[in-house]
């Protein structure tokens, strides 16, 4: 690939802030981590282009997150064919007819929100399928236009996916609302979580990771402060 210096510069600033983070995470101390796994930073790569994501991976980042099916098909499957042991997360809606697809893109699916999805996913085991590491995206604000499972309905919600249709879960996920204070939400998240035995919590985003880290968070998912504003370009 050829390098001009303009390049060069922006990806040193993302290896750059990329190095302080990862530093950063994986080394919090929380009482409040349900697992001895020290926590991960999965880098969030929505409209990030190609050229800033191979900067990541150069710096040995291996950990990234797309909010997007589509979008994540486009990009991922040549740099999973040069860097084997990257690990995708799905941290956006997915629908079910989108869900074979996403199968074959991600490792990791965070955002397992309603009964029609676990379905399609059980379906997909049954068939034969790998299913990927499962978390299940809580709507700890309940807000109206928000997905995730509402916090009264958690519980039925875990035991159709675990009793009836025999998912295994890794953890919970929240997007607390833009506008308040996020600690009532990691606090909920972690709460739940623990009452019912998981131990993933994926929560903070770049304004607010250090808070979810010090509530136990297990995922942290960053973008804007690795890879600079988004449509910027
Ligand atoms: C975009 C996005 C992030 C990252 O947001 P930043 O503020 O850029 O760190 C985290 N989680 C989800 C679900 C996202 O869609």
Redesign the pocket.
Known sequence: MASDPQNLQAGSAIQERLRTLRAEVAGVKSVLRLTAEPPALVA?T?TVTEAAIREALEAGHRVF?E?RVQEAAAKWPSLREAYPDIELHL??PLQTNKVKQALALFDVIETLDRPKLARALARERDTGAVLPRLFVQVNTGEEEQKAGVLPAEVEAFLALCREELGLSLEGLMC?PPMDEEPVPHFALLHEIARAHGLSGLSMG???DYETALEFGASHV?????IFGPRGAA
């Open positions: 969030v929505k997150g909010n941290i956006g997007i985003m770049s304004g998912r960053v973008g804007t402060a």
